[in-house]
T-cell receptor, first 114, second 117 residues
């Protein structure tokens, strides 16, 4: 079974719609992250959370919000989707403090905003 | 601005051949460097990690090198296989990230490798 799962795997929606992407993990990690990946660009951090009570903005948080419902669950919401939010979205987890900790990525959600 | 530049952008090689992917960075202060492999339609998976004092790290047919003085890293793939076809991402970790974390990940755009029969 996958350690980091994302739902849905693919989603097509229309401009202005509210969308929620969900991430669950069974690795027992405290830290969770949301990234987006666009063709020709590197992964960019949207939000990160170090525990249930800790939420932090990343590099490109505008237009997004998150919720950490439990240690194992971290959701990303697009309150009013726009076409330039069309991208591949990845959730990741890591064990704890320090840059050496490996980030484990989910399989990704491909979002298309028409 | 911290930058991580990878070259080439894409590469096509024959099965069984070797290849080398490059990563140059301007990130400071440097903490460590990882190479990730991302198969099409999947999330990245870590191949190697190197700290400032490590020059070479191997993982099977993958060998990463690091020259911290010139701020360059390479990933060498030996005897390539069809399953090596993927995007390879260089990630350089710095030791500052906002007021809570203390570190940040700087991602390269990746090199797309295609291994053909």
């Amino acid at each position: 079974d996958a350690d980091v799962t994302q739902t849905p795997r693919n989603r097509i929606t229309k401009t202005g719609k509210r969308i929620m992407l969900e991430c669950s993990q069974t690795k027992g990690h405290d830290r969770m992250y949301w990234y987006r990946q666009d063709p020709g660009l590197g992964l960019r951090l949207i939000y990160y959370s170090f525990d249930v009570k800790d939420i932090n903005k990343g590099e490109i948080s505008d237009g997004y919000s998150v919720s950490r419902q439990a240690q194992a669950k971290f959701s990303l919401s697009l309150e009013s989707a726009i076409p330039n939010q069309t991208a591949l979205y990845f959730c990741a987890t890591s064990e704890g403090t320090g840059g050496r900790n490996e980030q484990f990525f989910g399989p990704g959600t491909r979002l298309t905003v028409l | 601005k911290n930058q991580v530049e990878q070259s080439p952008q894409s590469l096509i090689i024959l099965e069984g051949k070797n290849c080398t992917l490059q990563c140059n960075y301007t990130v400071s202060p440097f903490s460590n460097l990882r190479w990730y492999k991302q198969d099409t339609g999947r999330g990245p998976v870590s191949l190697t990690i190197m700290t400032f004092s490590e020059n070479t790290k191997s993982n099977g047919r993958y060998t990463a090198t690091l020259d911290a003085d010139t701020k360059q890293s390479s990933l060498h793939i030996t005897a390539s296989q069809l399953s090596d076809s993927a995007s390879y991402i260089c990630v350089v970790i710095t030791t500052f990230w906002g007021s809570n974390s203390g570190y940040a990940l700087n991602f390269g755009k990746g090199t797309s490798l295609l291994v053909t029969p």
